[in-house]
């Protein structure tokens, strides 16, 4: 198949939902997405419903906005406070998520100089066209948002740019899985590898999911076909009880990923460990500017402290939502006191989080 509409073609899911059937796996199957866009599509489309009901769809900790910890955050939030003239640059979906001192949408009407961009380009052009401002941009993402970053601040010191600098909230999605498998809290039969990811790590890069822990993973496009696709070729690993590495969005995805874009994190970033909301800190989860880019680093740069986190209970239950524990409609807020326009928690803000996918699409 070589176009989209190929992947929407009701014959061939039709044609994918009878094997899958066929396979006779109906009780007691978890499969985990570790993508947000995954999250949203397999919502979008009524996966859920199509499947047998004994496999479980569970989401995983693929939205980077749900991530990133309060404390972070309220960091850069209690800078922007601090610094009116320094301008914070960042995601749409940064900006209602409540972080415990308030949101950056919030600290923006009370003055302070919050912009959204659309990539980090977009930030460093802010900062070409106002050298007498101070520019920071917000890098939350994962491996597909990081190479563009470190190109960016490649590209700002070819051009000499030195009010522009990066706070890095990078982090890396296999050790997070890692950390699904170690800590056991549910059980995980399989994985739906993210594509955008995958395509700039390589498939290789969950080969210890199959050798230490026995789980199988399919990497996986975006669209209808390409989600039961993967579903079909997990639930056949589990049934001939093998664990193995495969590909089914190999229009874009190869073993060894994207050589150049690896190069650059390589060459931009060391790898740190990292706290992630929901789960605490992740070994060699997250990634830092080195020492030799530190003109570009705002932590390096600025006094953007760090405070521990305001607890105010609001009874938000993104943490266990991260890692599937629970899903959207287990937590009491779904729908009445959280809502898009409302939202509670990260998960519900996010274009990417499964609140706001189960909001959108599977609300009953
Ligand atoms: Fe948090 Fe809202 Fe999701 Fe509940 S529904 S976990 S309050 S974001």
Not at 15 to 24: C, K, V
Not at 124 to 134: F, H, N, R, S, T
Not at 172 to 198: K, N, Q, W, Y
């Amino acid at each position: 198949m070589r176009y989209i509409d190929e992947f929407r073609d009701s014959a061939q899911v039709k044609g994918i939902l009878d094997e899958i059937e066929s396979l006779g796996l109906r009780e007691g199957i978890n499969l985990m997405e570790i993508c947000g866009t995954h999250t949203h599509s397999i919502s979008r489309y009524g996966i859920r419903g199509v499947i047998p009901r004994g496999i479980g769809l569970l989401s995983g900790p693929g939205c980077p906005v749900c991530v990133t910890t309060e404390e972070e955050i309220d960091a850069i939030i209690g800078f922007a406070r601090e610094n009116r003239d320094v301008v914070i640059a960042t995601f749409g979906d940064m900006l209602k998520v409540p972080a415990s001192v308030g949101s950056l949408e919030g600290v923006r009407a009370e003055g302070s100089d919050v912009r959204v961009v659309y990539s980090p380009l977009d930030a460093l052009e802010v900062a070409i066209g106002e050298p007498e401002k101070e520019v920071i941009f917000c890098a939350v993402g994962f491996e597909t948002t990081a190479p563009t970053v470190g190109a960016t601040v490649l590209k700002a010191m070819e051009l000499g740019v030195d009010n522009f600098s990066v706070i890095s909230l990078h982090r890396l999605t296999p050790p997070a899985m890692r950390s699904l498998m170690e800590e056991g809290e549910v059980r995980i039969d399989g994985f739906i590898c993210p594509g955008h990811v995958t395509a700039i790590t390589g498939s290789e890069a969950y080969r210890f999911l199959a050798g230490e822990y026995n789980t199988p993973c399919v990497v996986a496009g975006f669209e209808p076909l390409d989600a039961l696709l993967a579903i079909y070729m997990l639930l056949k690993q589990i049934k001939d009880g093998r664990a193995e590495i495969e590909v089914e969005y190999s229009r874009v995805v190869t073993p060894k990923g994207n050589t150049r874009a690896k190069r650059i994190m390589e060459r931009l970033f060391r790898v740190v460990d990292t706290r992630w909301r929901g789960f605490g800190l992740i070994a060699a989860s997250g990634l830092k500017l080195k020492e030799e880019f530190s003109l570009y680093d705002a932590e390096r740069r600025f006094y953007i402290r760090r405070m521990e986190a305001v607890d105010k209970d609001q009874g938000c239950r993104c943490a266990d939502v991260i890692r599937g524990i629970i899903t959207p409609e287990e937590c009491s807020l779904f729908s009445t006191l959280c809502r898009p326009e409302s939202p509670l928690g990260p998960c519900m803000v996010s274009t990417e989080g499964t609140c706001s996918a189960y909001y959108r699409y599977e609300r009953r």
